[in-house]
């Protein structure tokens, strides 16, 4: 159960795009279908914006995008927005009833 | 209002247990399964425990197996999280968090605020 490897830091001005990589294995992300991210403003609740891969919960904005190729998922930001600037944390079930979480990017709008 | 609250975080000796809850309202808890994920200070987000809303299916971080024990009661809308035999490294911020999949693979649609634990001497 190592911690899915993202990038430490991200950064765009506004109305750019930015990605954010999460690699994993074959034993978690190379398997399923069930990455999920979420969006992290410290000493709030973190909040989900992508599951399921690349679908996105009601009232989450369609700036934000998700994509998966083999051991690696990626989520989009378009678009950016000051309010983007955040922690962000990749998320994939990894079989037997578990689950890791990535290392967390922090993305800077400039 | 939907939501969930954490309980039982606080000041714990080494080698001690600590019982955190979570009550949930709002929604029909047994429709949910349930996580624990605990943030350890200036860290990003670890996934600690999972149970489905049957109680069927557990799992554990191996970083907690052995040590943590979840449990839920539907009846009461409460998640449980048993910890024994803690070390400093169990310090962290806990968060109950929701998942409205049947077999809890990880959709984490609602989060508490956290209760913070945090073991020392």
């Known amino acids: 159960q190592s911690a899915l490897t993202q990038p430490r830091s991200v950064s765009g001005s506004p109305g750019q795009s930015v990605t954010i990589s999460c690699t994993g294995t074959?034993?978690?992300?190379?398997?399923?279908?069930?990455v999920s991210w979420y969006q992290h403003h410290p000493g709030k609740a973190p909040k989900l914006i992508i599951y399921d891969v690349n679908k996105r919960p009601s009232g989450v904005p369609d700036r934000f995008s998700g994509s998966k190729s083999g051991i690696t998922a990626s989520l989009t930001i378009s678009g950016l927005q000051t309010d983007d600037e955040a922690d962000y944390y990749c998320?994939?079930?990894?079989?037997?009833?578990?689950?890791?979480f990535g290392t967390g990017a922090k993305v800077t709008v400039l | 209002e939907v939501q969930l609250v954490e309980s039982g975080g606080g000041l714990v000796q080494p080698g001690r247990s600590l019982r955190l809850s979570c009550t949930a309202s709002?929604?029909?808890?047994?429709?949910?399964?349930m996580h624990w994920v605990r943030q350890r200070p200036g860290k990003g987000l670890e996934w600690v425990s999972g149970?489905?809303?049957?109680?069927?299916?557990?799992g554990y971080a191996d970083s907690v197996k052995g040590r943590f024990t979840i449990s839920r009661d539907n009846a009461r809308n409460s998640l449980y999280l048993q910890m024994d035999s803690l070390s400093p490294e169990d310090t962290a911020l806990y968060f109950c968090?929701?998942?409205?999949?049947?077999?809890?693979?990880?959709?984490?649609?609602?989060w508490g605020q956290g209760t913070l634990v945090t073991v020392s001497s």
């Open positions: 074959g034993a978690d992300i190379g398997s399923y279908n069930y």
């Open positions: 709002g929604f029909s808890f047994d429709d949910y399964a």
């Open positions: 968090v929701r998942d409205p999949t049947v077999t809890g693979v990880g959709r984490l649609d609602l």
């Open positions: 149970v489905i809303w049957n109680s069927v299916h557990i």
């Open positions: 998320y994939s079930y990894a079989g037997s009833n578990t689950g890791v």
